[in-house]
């Protein structure tokens, strides 16, 4: 039996601090909206089709296609960014998606993101419509945490 196709996806960021690196990077997923759900990592295909979605809509405890692009970082006042880049295709084949993180401001990491869509879609050969992005940057204080995501979903 073939697995379903996700038809949706939605950009998400967050920052956040927390007592441990792993509560920080739970903090940030909640920050970003999706600290309620069970993120199944993907790489980098965005299904043919798929339409964009302002917020995720699954239930708590949903498994969920998750590409992100996350960075913690314990150096107080270490500046830390991460973003994710989609590339939609002109011909209305599939899109890609790729994440950045580091440490480095919420421009740049955008910008590292939307270049590797572009290179992704030269490699391709194939004609590029369309590049939607999400960042986010913080300035640690004293354990902090950056998540950039695309979540892919499902129509009910």
């Keep these: 039996m073939p697995l ?3 038809t949706t996806f939605t950009l998400v960021a967050g920052a956040a601090e927390g ?3 792993l509560n920080a990077f739970d903090n940030a997923l909640l920050a970003a909206g999706i600290g309620d759900l069970n993120l199944v990592r993907i790489s980098s295909v965005l299904p043919a089709g798929a339409r964009e979605l302002p917020a995720v809509t699954a239930p708590p405890g ?3 296609p998750t590409a992100y692009g996350a960075i913690e970082s314990q150096v ?3 500046r830390i960014a991460a973003a994710v880049a989609v590339g939609l295709a002109d011909d209305g084949g599939s ?3 790729f994440e950045f993180s580091g440490r480095t401001g919420r421009s740049e990491a955008e910008e ?3 270049a590797m869509v572009e290179a992704a879609f030269a490699r391709r050969g194939r004609p590029l419509r369309e590049i939607r ?3 986010v940057e913080h300035v640690v204080q004293e354990i902090g945490c950056v998540l950039a995501a695309v979540a892919l979903g499902y129509d009910a």
Aim: aromatic share 0%; net charge positive.
């Design 4 to 6: 379903p196709i996700p």
């Design 19 to 21: 007592p441990t690196p």
């Design 62 to 64: 949903s498994l969920v």
């Design 76 to 78: 107080r006042g270490e």
């Design 95 to 97: 899109g890609v998606i």
């Design 112 to 114: 590292a993101a939307r």
């Design 133 to 135: 992005s999400a960042a």
